[in-house]
């Protein structure tokens, strides 16, 4: 056993630092992000632009501490949302210590995977190619989108994982520690996110409405938080919070027969609130048109989309 160095009162060397996750949308990067955490931070779901913030999500062990950056999928904009995105997971690569390239296992590496490839080589970050599906596809598949993604750019190292398996998360820690500088730890050790309370509650309701709904109804959804109050004598949270769409049609979807739909989205998002907030929520959820705010950058910024914050 070799001998503990470390003087009285200095705390032990640990690795710290900043690893982005970036990729083409869907790609896997908030489920992985929950993954490593062990708790839901970050919202999921099959639709594109899912993630539109950029989330620093801390993983804390005894020799390390991690800051993943989840970012925002980088596609071809069509509008001033889709750019503030782009620019958004662009960014995060400009300050931190290692680079992730998280490519879907399960889907052809393309045109979209090799422009993405490109913004990651050109920072000055450690590179690791992430894998990630992997549980969707057999050995063969694999190694064939391994040789493909290698083909992209070079990289430091590389890891396969499936998050929902639960496969190799903990093999892309380390390899992830690895590739990090001796350092403090940033953040208190019990602190999942830095994401403002606000943010994440706005999120958790976006996500239920994502999922009850198809077409172009998803991507036109925004969600903001009008009143968050915790009342300690009935240990209740009121959450008001206003869902905006862009068209009257698209509130009707939402609202639903009756408004079946809007009750269920509620259900559905009272139960991530709950645990979130660690108490009885009250939802109150409000649905409004606002046309064409994907286009609006004042809107956007209200949101806190991409930079907005």
């Known amino acids: 056993m ?15 630092g900043f690893v982005a996750l970036v990729g083409r949308p869907n790609a896997g990067k908030s489920t992985l992000v929950n993954a490593v955490v062990g708790t839901k931070v970050a919202i999921t779901s099959d639709t594109p632009q899912t993630t539109r913030h950029r989330l620093r999500a801390v993983v804390d062990t005894e020799d390390a501490q991690i800051v993943l950056v989840d970012t ?3 596609h071809k904009p069509h509008d001033a949302l889709g750019e503030s995105l782009n620019r958004s997971g ?9 680079a992730c390239l998280v490519i879907d296992g399960s889907a052809q590496v393309g045109k979209g995977d090799r422009w993405v490839a490109e913004q990651v080589a050109a920072s000055r970050a450690a590179k690791v ?9 057999d050995q063969a598949r694999v190694e064939r989108q391994l040789e493909s993604a290698r083909t992209l750019m070079e990289y430091d190292d590389e890891v396969a994982v499936s998050a929902v398996e639960g496969f190799n998360v ?3 820690v380390g390899t992830v520690t690895r590739l990090l500088p001796e350092g403090p ?6 602190m999942a996110t830095d994401q403002p309370l606000e943010v994440m509650v706005a999120e958790f309701i976006r996500e239920k409405v994502l999922r009850s709904t198809f077409d172009e ?19 209740l949270a009121r959450v008001t919070a206003t869902v905006f769409v862009e068209r009257e ?4 979807i939402i609202v639903g027969r009756g408004g079946e739909m809007i009750k269920r989205i509620g259900s559905e998002a009272r139960v991530d609130l709950e645990r979130l907030l660690g108490s009885r929520v009250y939802l109150d959820l409000i649905v409004k048109v606002k046309r064409n705010w994907r286009r609006d950058a004042s809107q956007i910024r209200r949101f806190g989309y991409g930079e907005g914050l």
């Open 72 to 74: 925002p999928g980088l």
């Open 2 to 16: 070799s001998a503990d160095t470390t003087s009285p009162g200095e705390q032990p060397a640990v690795r710290s």
């Open 249 to 252: 049609s698209q509130k009707g």
């Open 90 to 98: 662009l960014m995060a690569l400009s300050d931190v210590d290692v």
């Open 217 to 235: 109804v998803p991507h036109a959804v925004g969600v903001a938080v009008d009143e968050l109050e915790y009342v300690s004598a009935s240990d």
């Open 129 to 137: 190619l992430v894998l990630t599906k992997v549980d969707l596809v």
């Open 185 to 190: 730890r940033y953040f208190p050790r019990d």
């Open 170 to 172: 903990d093999g892309f």
